[in-house]
Every structure is written in C-alpha cells, then in structure tokens.
C-alpha cells in the first residue's frame, strides 16, 4: 500500500477540516488515501457524515499526538 | 417533481441578515453542503444582500443581544473565560462599543481557527454554491452589479422558489 498523502487541519476549527478534506480529496486518484490530522473535537462526527454522504471511505480513525486522525480513500 | 433519480440532495437558502455573526451560518452551511456533495443555492435578500459586496465590512452589535458572551479574546485564560455582562444602556450609548464588539469577536475567530467570511465565501464559489442576489433590494438600497463580487447571478422570488421547489432542505436565515 502506498504512503498516504497528508493533509494537516490541526488548529482550525468547523467547517475548514470537512472542506480542506474535499478539496484534497478531488485532486486524487482513485485507491489513493488521504491521511487527514485535525483538533476540532467536532470533526469526529463531521469526518463521519462526510464520508457516508459523499462515498469517499473511512478505511481508519482514532486519536494520535494530541490530534484525531482519519485516512480516506478516494473514490 | 422531477423525474431525475439521480438528481443530487438540494439545499435552498435565504440569507437576509448582513452583520458579522449572521453571515457565517449560510456561508458555513452553503460551503459544507457543497463538500458533501449537495446543489446549493443562496438567495441573498434584504440586509443578507451586503454579504455579496466586494469589500465586506461586516459588524456585530452587542445591543439587543442580550446573549453575546463578551470575553477578552487574549490574556490568561482565567480572565479569557471571565464573561462582562454589558448593559445594553452602556453597549448602546459608548461611542464605538460595536466596533470593540466586532473587533474582539474577529479576534477570537481567528484565535480559533475559524475561518473568515471572505474565506468561506470564496469557496462557495469554487465549490458551485449557486449565489444569487435579490434584484429588487439591490434597487431599493441602491446597489449596482459593481458592488458586488463575480461569479454571482441576480434574481428574484420566482428564481429562488423554482431551486427551491425541489430542495430537500430549505432555510431562511
């Protein structure tokens, strides 16, 4: 499996995280991941319904260094 | 009805308040709505109008708001999450209490991570947000096409309600 690619929304708050996600996630190929790193506590929830409207899976989530983490595969 | 089953999840919205703290929410929502992959639309009337101006000057009035926390956007956090009641006869009657007000409250966003209007704005329109200006309140406050920011469209009820008429969300903010 390729490394996935980064994408740091740590310290910014609703709605940047959902939408610095999309943003990224539209510029890949499918099968890629996107490893996103955020601290909004409200992202837990918003990654979630996120991922079930739009399709793009959350293959993984959880907490590391102080921050959520969530790893998306593009669609 | 239309007959298109795979027509995408609507979302159709008033926006008619111009001030700092409500212009984010269609703004938030538009923007949200468009990364999750929904067609949205934004009909700016009245006061909402001034959210589509090039340079925006929005401002929060602690006045007739009685539940505006007012806190120090800087210094220990004791005295940050200390809340100073202001009685609107003070709020009302300083001269340049409003711009305080929006002045923190642009403040502590930023402090937050959150994002400005401007911001939000601009990705509204990247992301296909359908933002369109109520034609009669640009006539009757004066308004040009000049005052405001491209990639708009200028309309009125009936334009609104067609979108509108097939949304799955509707809301007048």
Same mark, same amino acid.
């Given at each position: ?75 | ?42 009909? /700016? ?5 001034? %959210?589509? @101006? &090039?340079?925006? +000057?929005? #401002? ?36 340049? /209490? ?5 002045? %923190?409250? @642009? &403040?502590?966003? +930023?402090? #937050? ?61």
């Amino acid at each position: 499996m390729d490394k996935p690619q980064e994408l740091d929304c740590r310290g910014m708050n609703c709605p940047l995280p959902v939408l610095k996600t999309k943003k990224a996630l539209t510029t890949m190929k499918t099968g890629e991941l996107l490893r996103v790193t955020a601290t909004d506590p409200g992202s837990v929830a918003d990654m979630a319904a996120f991922s079930r409207r739009t399709g793009y899976a959350l293959v993984e989530s959880g907490q590391a260094d102080g921050a959520f983490f969530y790893v998306f595969r593009v669609k | 009805m239309s007959d298109d089953t795979k027509r995408p999840t609507r979302l159709a919205m008033i926006a008619s308040k111009g001030t700092l703290d409500w212009g984010y929410p269609p703004f938030i929502l538009a923007s949200t709505a468009a990364a999750l992959d929904m067609e949205v639309c934004v009909f /700016f009337t009245f006061y909402g109008l001034v %959210l589509l @101006k &090039k340079k925006l +000057k929005l #401002k929060v009035s602690p006045q007739g708001n009685p539940a505006m926390p007012m806190k120090m956007p800087f210094g220990p956090k004791g005295l940050q999450n200390i809340n100073w009641p202001i009685p609107n006869v003070i709020s009302g009657n300083v001269p340049g /209490f409003e711009l305080m007000a929006t002045s %923190l409250m @642009k &403040k502590t966003f +930023k402090k #937050k991570g959150v994002a400005t209007i401007e911001n939000l704005r601009d990705s509204c329109l990247e992301l296909g947000v359908k933002l369109v200006a109520c034609q009669m309140t640009m006539d009757v406050f004066g308004f040009t096409k000049d005052d405001f920011i491209d990639g708009i469209e200028y309309g009125g009820a009936a334009t609104f309600l067609e979108f509108a008429a097939d949304a799955n969300i509707s809301l007048f903010i």
